[in-house]
């Protein structure tokens, strides 16, 4: 017989490893690669639209913007390399995402940590109310446990079903 | 007319006051005989309804006789704009909706004083509250943001008209809808807190707050929809949902009620979360009024800079003060609301409950977070960053997958305790099914349409997709097994057939099945946003006869022609939409230039179906070369969205009508072979 316990470890296991491998999954292709990138900055015309998003014919910025991202993908320049080189040229509000140095790690860390704290505040709070104690019950009754007690619930399973 | 406004305004102060005042001395004397003036607080409260309401009248009135002296009106109409948007002008700037926020309290609460017989003593003290909060609104559109101030100097023959984004139908009911669901909170809270104050005993506190929370969540999930409806269909960037901090101003308190609505449950079956509940219920309506804070103080930037101005000090104040009342009156009582069971079994629906609000929790605070890291990253390191859709996309779509998961699995537990066996028993056809969806999505071809073909490996947005479809069917097929074993129990008994069996069952637990249909229209809204995924867009010049092509469709430029109108002129381009080789459409996006405001907008064309939007943006011409440009985006699944909200709002209607009685069982009656007949007429 499986062991329920080992049986949920195991998938989460699974679940756990296909995560971390999806999450470190990619667009390699140079030719996504100006879309990616391009979604990953804003437009700095005061439009607050992502960098491919501004819709502004006229714009003052984004087609220039664009024409250097283009270019700086062609030379085959890296991420980082692009990014940091618009951050110097147009501040770090053209980052449409804290990047993940310095101070601005806390704005990716605070979720995640707020996850694990809550998780574990969770945890504390079902097994404090498992162990709680059972109300005290009047005098004359008693407990039911065991068979009796399944066997009651089962009763009023069925007649509660709808 | 100003005057009689102003008039009305303070009129309806004057009352508020004295309903709160009164209904506090009422409520601290009420074993020395203060039941009369008790009763003149609530009068009072309802008249402070009329007051409200004739001011908003007024303004109404000023913008159909074009009453360019109030400087309110002259900001926000013109003598051509067209009559709906005249009535929106009530809501189109700062004073006017504030003004119009006072009325929808004012309106809640002459609903709530006229009910006041379900609970004398509990609805007293929640007036109280309500008229705390209603006078704070009034003394702001008194003094610090009055719709009637005078316009200085001489009168202009025409006014500056309203902004050209706001001339769009939807702007008629997006912002009332999501008022009323931000207002709409405030009734709940008054209820907690009143209950918190007066130690109410029992649980019949909550059952009220939780109609009145489902009524307000259900305005403010219309509201947030029409608003996204809005911004994809006048913007004319392709989306709906940008993360602005004003669409996550509505976004948070919407999270924190749906977590209400769930831990609710465990209030009323098994006596758990009273501390948490009490909690929640202040949240969101804290957060409803820091949302308002965020959208009119300017603290914080936005692409909703209409709404910007200097009143966020009075907001700052208020939600500091309501925070103190509540951490107050919490600390003295929180005695009261200690817990009346313990948790049997870590998996139970208890449980689920619990995980299900730590997501919803976190879920807000990560929009919270990254709606205030810009501040605080100028506090801290003197320069803002941006917190854009990559950082929201990034945190919250892993969290709300596993939320997907829980709406899966949460039904399908028991409360106090489930066997594993029997979840597995449960979920392994429902789970089978999920992953064949999942399979069949990546072995199909992608010539089948944008969603199929998926490849997860190539894009973690691709990954997600897939994992919600799946997790969609996951849900869907738990929700369908719930009908249908409830159904087939009906049909055994009554021997009717399923459909008319699954009516009956819904018919008899519509709080149950209501929700169920709820969760259904959220699997269907976030199909919808699977589909973002695949998105496509291409921008090009295009004169006469010129071709576009983007996905399986061909554009070709048939023409472009121009309209005159009162209150603008506009530009059209008119494009044939083929799709192999045949022509399916004729598409005429728009671009409008607005006469008063002189300001231009787009009107994109937007062509609908089930498996994709094809959305064309004419942007204008080109300044170099005078070339006509448009930019078409191919949207999968966006219809999907709008769908799902139509099943979510049928599904909380549905949750708010009362169960038919449970038929009761009668034995049948021994015949009487001697009876005598019975005669016509008797």
Redo the contacts between chains.
């Keep these: 017989m499986t062991n329920?316990k080992a049986t949920i470890r195991r998938a989460l296991h699974c679940i756990l490893l296909l995560?971390a491998v999806?999450?470190f999954?990619?667009?390699g292709d140079p030719a996504?690669r100006f879309g990616e990138i391009g979604?990953?900055m804003?437009c700095i015309c005061s439009?607050?639209?992502?960098l491919?998003?501004?819709?502004h014919?006229?714009c003052p910025d984004s087609d220039g913007m664009r024409n250097e991202l283009m270019a700086a993908v062609s030379r085959g320049d890296s991420d980082s390399l692009v990014e940091q080189s618009f951050v110097q040229k147009y501040?770090?509000?053209?980052?449409?995402?804290?990047?993940t140095t310095?101070?601005?790690r806390t704005?990716?860390i605070?979720?995640?940590a707020?996850?694990i704290l809550?998780?574990g505040?969770?945890v504390r709070?079902?097994r404090s109310?498992?162990?709680?104690?059972?109300?005290a019950l009047a005098d004359g009754l008693r407990p039911i446990r065991g068979a009796e007690l399944a066997q009651f619930?089962d009763q009023a399973?069925k007649e509660t079903?709808? | 007319m100003a005057q009689i406004g102003s008039f009305a305004l303070l009129l309806a102060l004057a009352l508020g006051v004295y309903s709160f005042l009164a209904g506090l001395v009422a409520l601290i004397g009420q074993d020395q005989g203060y039941e009369r003036l008790g009763e003149t607080a609530r009068r009072a409260g309802i008249v402070t309804f009329a007051a409200v309401l004739l001011a908003a009248v007024v303004l109404v009135a000023a913008a159909f006789h074009d009453d360019f002296s109030i400087a309110y009106i002259f900001h926000h109409s013109n003598r051509d704009l067209s009559a709906p948007y005249k009535f929106a002008v009530l809501w189109s700037g700062q004073e006017g909706s504030l003004l119009f926020w006072s009325l929808l309290l004012a309106a809640y609460g002459f609903v709530l004083r006229l009910r006041n017989k379900t609970d004398p003593r509990l609805f007293a003290y929640a007036s109280v509250v309500l008229a705390g909060v209603q006078v704070f609104f009034l003394l702001l559109v008194n003094f610090a943001a009055n719709p009637f101030g005078l316009l200085q100097g001489s009168i202009p023959a025409d006014g500056s008209g309203l902004n050209p984004l706001l001339q769009y139908p939807e702007m008629v009911i997006h912002p009332p809808m999501l008022y009323l669901g931000y207002v709409g909170f405030t009734v709940p809270f008054a209820f907690a807190l009143g209950a918190l104050i007066m130690k109410y005993p029992g649980e019949k506190w909550i059952h009220i707050t939780r109609r009145w929370t489902m009524v307000t969540w259900g305005f403010l999930t219309c509201g947030i929809f029409l608003g996204a409806h809005w911004a994809y269909s006048v913007l004319g960037w392709g989306g709906y949902w940008g993360w602005d901090p004003v669409e996550n101003a509505s976004l948070m308190p919407w999270l924190t009620g749906t977590a209400f609505l769930h831990s609710v449950m465990m209030q009323e079956k098994r006596g758990m979360l009273k501390v948490w509940n009490m909690w929640l219920v202040f949240a969101t309506f804290w957060l409803a009024i820091l949302g308002t804070f965020l959208t009119r103080s300017g603290i914080i930037s936005s692409v909703h800079a209409f709404a910007q101005s200097s009143i966020g000090g009075w907001f700052a104040w208020f939600l500091g003060i309501s925070f103190a009342v509540f951490l107050f009156f919490f600390l003295k009582n929180k005695s009261h609301l200690r817990g009346e069971h313990k948790l049997e079994s870590l998996i139970s629906r208890e449980s689920s409950f619990l995980f299900n609000n730590l997501l919803f929790v976190l879920l807000c605070f990560t929009v919270l977070w990254g709606t205030w890291f810009p501040k605080i990253s100028e506090l801290v390191q003197g320069n803002q960053v941006t917190v854009g859709g990559p950082f929201y996309n990034r945190v919250a779509i892993p969290v709300a997958l596993l939320l997907l998961l829980l709406t899966a699995l949460g039904p399908l537990l028991a409360w106090r305790k489930t066997s594993f066996e029997s979840l597995k028993r449960n979920f392994f056809w429902p789970a089978v099914g999920a992953v064949a969806v999942a399979i069949f999505l990546v072995i199909t071809p992608q010539s089948w349409g944008s969603v199929f073909g998926l490849k997860p490996w190539k894009d973690i947005s691709y990954f997600y997709s897939l994992m919600a479809v799946g997790l969609c069917t996951l849900v869907t097929f738990t929700v369908a097994s719930e009908f249908y074993r409830g159904g087939r129990v009906i049909a055994k008994h009554t021997g009717q057939g399923m459909f008319a069996s699954m009516v009956q069952l819904t018919h008899r637990n519509t709080r149950r099945y209501g929700g169920y249909i709820v969760h259904f229209g959220v699997v269907v809204v976030i199909i919808g946003f699977a589909g973002a995924a695949f998105n496509q867009d291409k921008e090009q010049e295009m004169g006469y006869g010129d071709k576009m092509t983007i996905g399986s469709y061909t554009l070709i430029c048939r023409s472009y022609t121009d309209e005159e109108n009162p209150n603008y002129s506009s530009q059209w381009a008119i494009l044939d939409v083929y799709k192999g080789g045949k022509q399916i459409d004729t598409l005429t996006p728009e671009r409008r230039f607005y006469h008063a405001s002189q300001q231009t907008s787009t009107m994109p064309y937007i062509r609908s179906t089930l498996n994709e939007d094809l959305y064309l943006v004419y942007e204008g011409l080109n300044q170099d070369n005078g070339h006509p440009i448009l930019k078409a985006h191919l949207n999968p699944l966006v219809m999907w969205i709008w769908m799902g909200v139509w099943i979510i709002l049928a599904g909380t209607i549905l949750a708010l009508v009362p169960n038919a009685p449970a038929p009761v069982r009668v034995a049948a009656p021994k015949l009487v072979e001697t009876a005598a007949p019975v005669g016509a007429g008797d």
């Design positions: 329920p995560a999806f999450a999954l990619g667009a996504a979604h990953r804003m439009c607050k639209e992502i491919l998003e501004c819709n014919v006229g501040g770090p509000t053209v980052l449409a995402a804290p990047t310095g101070f601005n704005a990716w605070m979720p995640f707020a996850l809550g998780f505040l969770v709070v079902v109310w498992k162990n709680r104690p059972a109300p619930r399973r079903e709808l």
